[in-house]
């Protein structure tokens, strides 16, 4: 079973500006901007150097935010969190996949 980190928006389609992005996730600007060189977020600049937050980045943020608050996750650190956690989707996937076809495309139960 699997949990939405976040509700799905208005806000989180289309591309925001860092205020706009930090409105809507609940954060300071300073903070964004750490995650940001932290790695934990990926933004895409403007040739004025402004930072622009696609839909899918509000996700990550709460991501990062709920690990961070449940876990104790350092900054540091979330980013190894977040691949190990990811990978271990994709080998979920992969597995569910393997044994839907090995039992005729229907699940077992």
Do not use: K
């Amino acid at each position: 079973m699997t949990y939405p980190l976040a509700r799905r928006s208005r806000h989180t389609l289309g591309r925001q500006s860092l205020t706009a992005f930090c409105h809507t996730g609940g954060v300071h600007p300073e903070m964004v901007r750490r995650l940001v060189t932290l790695g934990l977020l990926e933004p895409e600049r403007d040739d004025a150097g402004n930072l622009w937050f696609d839909g899918d980045q509000v996700l990550a943020l709460a991501r990062v935010r709920r690990l961070r608050a449940g876990l104790g996750v350092n900054y540091a650190a979330l980013g190894l969190v977040i691949d190990l956690l990811d990978r271990v989707a994709a080998l979920e996937r992969e597995l569910r996949d393997t044994t839907s076809r090995r039992i005729g495309g229907r699940p077992w139960t």
